[in-house]
């Protein structure tokens, strides 16, 4: 069973039953009931089409579900409206559905949240650990947004600032996750890049390729996470690179700084930099200075201190460090990482410990357990 493929189809098959005029919480549930079907049915049976084949299947899900609710002569009608099967035509709806999903009638962080976990595939634990808030929460939230869309017209599609956060999100976790989901990511950026000229717009994509740029040289043989200041910058992607560096100048040149420009810029002078000793910490930390204006994130903040510890020392860092609640995540490993630097091993140690068990993935819990062994080992010499 290609799960990647099932996954890759959603999106188009849930746009189809919107169109059709089914509500976005009754088509997401018969989409999910035509994926569980085709799991059943596929490895034995394979489809022609597809796509068509999930598109008939859910839009019978969906009119049975109907039928359960609907006075007879409601549920006859219906059935006259039930697509023929047959190839269904080979149209990429995400990003589209992406829109709708962000709908006026949401809060920006409700159409997050919803299109993560509709179309992104994301679940609730991954949304709630990107929003630092408990699973519980997000669960609530996103039960709301799926009630308050239920039976919207979806005729007017979201604006444009809350499916760029989406787009983050995801790629965020394709990037460090357990979802493989940033080529996805960058691949509508693209489109969304081609079909709106606005500097943000070009900033997330910027953001992206930098990043993604390094993707390769983050992990070892072994899958242990590589930091960056270890990484071998000659696995780097310089063509992502240039790509990306010559879309944020573009951007910044309009003179219309948004946070994925300043957080692009940052990710450009990491990629600059020959060595990670070359680096400009204090250039990176006047970006940091300006997404702090933009943006006031605890999570920026949280970063900013890093690089202040690397810019005027450790100690500088720590103070910084100081003013942010210690609850944030990664607070704990970042505070690890400065007393290291600051010399103070035995503190050191007991906090990458400590980290090790806060840790959101095993990849990281790996990392800051290991490093913590590294110190303790170090101090018994």
């Keep these: 069973m290609d799960e990647a493929l099932l996954r890759s189809l959603t999106p188009s098959v849930l746009t189809v039953l919107v169109r059709r005029g089914a509500d976005f919480a009754a088509a997401e549930d018969a989409v999910q009931d035509a994926l569980v079907q085709a799991i059943s049915v596929w490895p034995a049976d394979p489809p022609r089409d597809p796509k068509g084949w999930l598109v008939t299947v859910a839009w019978r899900k969906f009119l049975d579900a109907?039928?359960?609710?609907?006075?007879?002569?409601?549920?006859?009608?219906?059935?006259?409206?039930e697509p023929a099967p047959g190839p269904a035509p080979a149209v990429d709806d995400t990003l589209q559905l992406y829109f709708l999903c962000a709908h006026p009638s949401l809060t920006p962080s409700s159409a997050v949240a919803l299109t993560l976990r509709a179309v992104g595939g994301l679940t609730t634990r991954q949304i709630a650990q990107a929003y630092l808030v408990p699973e519980a929460t997000m669960a609530q939230r996103i039960s709301r947004a799926k009630r308050t869309v239920s039976g919207v017209q979806f005729d007017r599609a979201g604006d444009v600032a809350t499916v760029l956060r989406v787009l983050y999100l995801v790629f965020n976790e394709g990037y460090s996750g357990d979802v493989?989901?940033?080529a996805e990511a960058i691949r509508l950026t693209r489109q969304l890049a081609a079909q709106i000229d606005h500097p943000e717009v070009a900033g997330l994509l910027a953001l992206m390729l930098l990043h993604h740029a390094r993707r390769a040289a983050r992990t070892a043989p072994d899958g242990s996470l590589v930091p960056l200041a270890e990484q071998d910058r000659g696995r780097w992607d310089t063509a992502s690179i240039a790509e990306g560096v010559e879309i944020l100048q573009a951007a910044l040149a309009r003179d219309r700084l948004g946070e994925f420009q300043a957080q692009a810029a940052i990710a450009a002078l990491h990629a600059d930099a020959p060595t990670a000793e070359e680096t400009d910490w204090v250039q990176i930390v006047e970006w940091y200075d300006e997404l702090v204006r933009l943006t006031d994130s605890p999570v920026v903040r949280l970063n900013r201190a890093v690089a202040v510890g690397e810019a005027d020392g450790p100690r500088a860092g720590l103070a910084a460090l100081a003013a942010l609640n210690d609850e944030l995540p990664r607070h704990t490993a970042v505070a690890a990482y400065l007393h290291e630097r600051d010399g103070d091993l035995a503190t050191a140690a007991r906090l990458y410990a400590e980290a090790a068990h806060k840790a959101s993935n095993l990849a990281e819990r790996d990392h800051l357990t290991r490093q913590a062994a590294r110190l303790n080992a170090r101090r018994r010499r």
Excluded: V
């Design 66 to 81: 109907r039928r359960a609710d609907d006075a007879r002569r409601r549920r006859e009608d219906r059935l006259d409206e």
């Design 180 to 182: 493989d989901l940033a």
